[in-house]
């Protein structure tokens, strides 16, 4: 086992922290969060140059053909430079994670008109399974999709879906599941299926879009489908086979989230000993007393754990697409346990940071609260929330017979 980096791979993550140095100081990401949405598209412009939005697209769909430990690196990168994760959210779990996934199932038609610029940053790629009814429960899902000659007619409703406004300002569209036919009693999994559908189609309504308590510089909104027409070239795989493509593109934006959420752990850190070592109370710095050195210590064994888990998931999911030497759902277990415990973690480090500088972390000055707000999005719901990843995990570890669904 080699824990070294390749010197390729210390150049992508060197170039990709100097380029969010120059690109993305902190001042800058307060104000995107102060001002919101839509994301300034100078930033995906820039990474779409620097070749990392989508980097494991292989190369002769436009990609870099990156495996998905160096992904996972840029993904930390980005974390570490935004922690209100509204880049990581928007670039990595959804353009990159689900835009992979995308690129694998589409034909070349969706791939020339929405992935090639998409990979340049210029149109917004993005997931909407979650429906009004719920998000957890992705076989419960309502919208329908029916066959007319070379068509299908789209109708139903999907909600919290990130980057709608990006994607109507820049053009671009979404992976949408739907059920194509009724299925069976004992595996309501079945009969659903995914399609791309671009933002500007016929029948399609945007939402206004929410007001998100974080990560704010990137939309959620939601959009329902009326009648909306597509040909069948933008179907994503096989009829009927939607959710176990979808599955896969949770796995790849969830081991994104875990790498970033890493990154937003370790600039908290970072900025964290700053403050407790130059402010004094009691005539002496806050880093020189146990109850507070003490928890900084505890946060970062958690966060180099974390890194170590989050690197041998990505090894594995290298191994799985590369020699399919790891099945899926050996990943899958992987996957789940740094989406869950990653964006915990950064959370309960910002919480921690914030208590170590008082009024001053409950305040805007510093960028504490903002990361707190940023990655309570990941914990709560946004590709899944955490008792959703302990179903998975408990899943491999007992079994489907032990599932709560079923
Ligand atoms: C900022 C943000 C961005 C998002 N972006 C997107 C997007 O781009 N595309 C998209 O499709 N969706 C998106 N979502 C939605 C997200 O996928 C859902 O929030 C998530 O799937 C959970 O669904 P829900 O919110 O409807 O909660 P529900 O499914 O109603 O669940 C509510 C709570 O109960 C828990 N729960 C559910 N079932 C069980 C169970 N069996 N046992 C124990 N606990 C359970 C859940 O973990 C959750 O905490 C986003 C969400 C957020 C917050």
Redesign the pocket.
């Known amino acids: 086992m080699d824990f070294q980096l390749t010197e390729e791979q210390k150049l992508i993550k060197e170039s990709v922290r100097d380029w969010f140095a120059r690109n993305l100081p902190l001042e800058r990401v307060r104000e995107m969060d102060t001002k919101g949405h839509p994301y300034p598209q100078d930033i995906p412009k820039g990474l779409g140059e620097l070749g990392v939005i989508m980097g494991t697209v292989p190369k002769e769909h436009g990609g870099q053909g990156l495996d998905w430990f160096t992904q996972t690196l840029i993904a930390e990168e980005i974390g570490y430079a935004d922690p209100t994760i509204a880049c990581a959210a928007a670039f990595m779990a959804?353009a990159t994670g689900w835009g992979y996934t995308l690129d694998k199932y589409c034909s070349e038609e969706v791939r020339e008109m929405a992935i090639k610029p998409a990979l340049k940053g210029e149109k917004f790629v993005?997931?909407?399974?979650?429906e009004p009814g719920?998000?957890?429960?992705v076989a419960a899902f309502k919208s329908t999709a029916e066959k007319d000659g070379d068509e299908w007619v789209l109708n139903g409703e999907?909600t919290?879906?990130?980057g709608v406004e990006e994607a109507r300002e820049w053009g671009g569209g979404y992976w949408v599941n739907v059920r194509t036919g009724e299925p069976p009693e004992d595996a309501p999994h079945k009969n659903m299926t995914s399609f791309f559908v671009p933002i500007d189609a016929e029948g399609l309504e945007p939402d206004k879009p929410y007001r998100?308590a974080g990560?704010n510089a990137l939309s959620?909104g939601g959009f329902r489908m009326e009648n909306v027409r597509i040909p069948d070239s933008y179907r994503l795989g096989e009829e009927g086979k939607g959710f176990y493509r979808t599955m896969e593109g949770f796995d790849n934006a969830r081991l994104l989230i875990g790498a970033s959420s890493v990154g937003v752990t370790q600039r908290i850190l970072e900025e964290g000993m700053k403050y407790i070592k130059e402010r004094k109370t009691f005539g002496k710095p806050l880093a020189k007393y146990e109850g507070i050195q003490f928890e900084l210590v505890e946060l970062y064994r958690e966060m180099e754990a974390t890194r170590l888990m989050t690197y041998k998931t990505a090894w594995m999911q290298d191994k799985r697409y590369q020699d399919g030497s790891f099945k899926p759902k050996d990943v899958a277990k992987w996957i789940s346990m740094i989406k869950w415990k990653a964006p915990h973690l950064a959370l309960e480090a910002a919480n921690k940071a914030m208590h170590w500088l008082g009024a001053a972390g409950y305040s805007d000055e510093y960028m504490f609260e903002m990361a707190w707000r940023g990655v309570m999005?990941y914990c709560?719901?946004?590709?899944?929330?955490?008792?959703?990843q302990k179903?998975v995990i408990g899943r491999e570890l007992l079994g489907p017979d032990y599932v709560?669904?079923k």
């Not at 993005?126 to 979650?130: F, L, Q, S, W």
């Not at 719920?134 to 429960?137: A, I, P, T």
């Not at 709560?380 to 959703?388: H, K």
């Open positions: 959804v993005g997931i909407a399974t979650t719920g998000g957890s429960d999907k919290f879906i990130s998100d990560r959620t999005s709560v719901g946004a590709e899944g929330g955490e008792n959703i179903i709560p669904y």
